[in-house]
């Protein structure tokens, strides 16, 4: 039952993965992110989203270690990036990574694009990690259903996360079902559209029935679809607003309007056409 920033799905392995976190992407490296992190943490998240690619590991590592809260009350993701991408350099990658987040594990390492040249031997990397007891969990990143069919022929360990851009606009709903039936956890990355959702008439409705704003509606249609979701901001205010959507519910009725919204519009890249090869 989700009734906290503390609540959490369990994934296949049972892990537990909080519902809610704050994502980092775009945030920048130093006072920016150390400063958002904290207030976060301070806010009652538990779960931390960052990447090799976003450059600010260090100061998510920082914020975690100022924060005064147990590491191991903590939940921290970060991504290898398409360029590291391969068996020994994944590897590689992860240890730096671990490395500026000054950490001794991660709860959740990810795939962050499907390169398709390269993506299987990366899973292998992830695999090992997992086996070593370096990364509490493995998943992937913007994997669409064809990829997901394709790494499944040769894991030994299947992903327990996708994480993917989904919003009111991307529903997702024919790979939402897919994981479901595959044991793997959906995450929503972009869940706010990227701003692009702040003026939709249908659910300024929805807000003003319920006296919370258009993010906290969305966020919160996020949870009661099952999908694991991870604004970013870098306004404290922000962060707890975003997160101050546990006192009240969606109707089966509004979720039926804001799932009606999906027209099927990407804000980020199309993973079949970022940066593969």
């Not at 031997?121 to 969990?137: N, P, Q, S």
């Amino acid at each position: 039952m989700m009734m906290n920033l503390k609540s959490a799905t369990k994934l296949a392995n049972g892990v537990e993965m909080p519902w809610f976190g704050l994502g980092v992407f775009k945030v920048q490296e130093g006072q920016e992110v150390v400063d958002s992190v904290k207030a976060a943490i301070k806010a009652g998240y538990r779960s931390i989203d960052t990447a090799t690619v976003y450059g600010n590991e260090e100061g998510v590592g920082q914020a975690i270690r100022e924060s005064g809260v147990a590491r191991e009350e903590l939940f921290i993701t970060t991504k290898v990036w398409n360029n590291d991408q391969g068996y020994d350099s994944t590897l590689a990658a992860f240890d730096l990574s671990l490395s500026k987040l000054g950490l001794d594990y991660v709860d959740l390492y990810l795939v962050h694009w499907p390169i398709r040249a390269k993506y299987k031997d990366t899973w292998r990397a992830l695999e090992k990690l997992y086996a070593d007891g370096k990364v509490r969990a493995i998943g992937v990143s913007n994997f669409q259903i064809d990829h997901l069919e394709d790494l499944l022929t040769e894991t030994n360990v299947k992903p327990m996360v996708n994480q993917v851009e989904l919003h009111p606009l991307l529903s997702q709903l024919e790979l939402r079902e897919y994981c479901k039936a595959q044991g793997i956890q959906i995450e929503a990355w972009a869940p706010l559209a990227q701003g692009n959702l702040l003026d939709n008439e249908v659910i300024a409705d929805i807000a003003a029935r319920h006296n919370k704003t258009l993010p906290q509606v969305i966020l919160r249609w996020d949870l009661q679809n099952g999908i694991v979701t991870i604004p970013k901001s870098v306004k404290e205010e922000r962060i707890i607003a975003n997160a101050d959507i546990f006192d009240f519910e969606l109707s089966e009725d509004e979720i039926s309007r804001i799932n009606a919204l999906n027209n099927n519009q990407r804000f980020g890249s199309h993973p079949d056409r970022f940066n593969n090869e």
